[in-house]
């Protein structure tokens, strides 16, 4: 129900914008956000937006590097990622949730298969 796109292969302080398309289905009143999991690696919180898109949520590793947005209309979710480090290189993954905002991923219930980012040094 959810599908990413966007990832590949960039070098350190490169950019990538990842998209999450909803195609089927109107996630448009849903919390959306982004989890990544790395090798050997729990999956961990990376950005969430509300469903109006006037509130978002970033973890501290993340923070002033990466922008969540959205577009309703389009039904996709956006993860604009910046300054790019070798530690970023994961499986970008999104989810939604019917409720407000949160950097819990048990809390998600809608889930995508992945795109994988990686970043060389």
């Known amino acids: 129900q959810l599908v990413e796109s966007g990832g590949g292969l960039v070098q350190a302080g490169d950019s990538l914008r990842l998209s999450c398309a909803a195609p089927?289905?109107?996630?448009?009143?849903?919390?959306r956000a982004w989890f990544r999991q790395a090798p050997g690696k729990e999956r961990e919180f990376v950005a969430a937006?509300?469903?109006?898109?006037?509130?978002?949520l970033y973890a501290d590793s993340v923070k002033g590097r990466f922008t969540v947005s959205k577009d309703n209309a389009k039904n996709t979710v956006y993860l604009q990622m910046d300054s790019l480090k070798p530690e970023d290189t994961a499986v970008y993954s999104c989810?939604?949730?019917?409720?407000?905002?949160?950097?819990?991923?048990?809390?998600?219930?809608?889930w995508g298969q992945g795109t994988q980012v990686t970043v060389s040094s």
């Open positions: 089927g289905r109107t996630f448009s009143a849903y919390t």
């Open positions: 937006i509300n469903y109006i898109g006037s509130s978002t």
């Open positions: 989810a939604a949730r019917s409720l407000g905002l949160s950097d819990n991923r048990r809390e998600y219930n809608y």
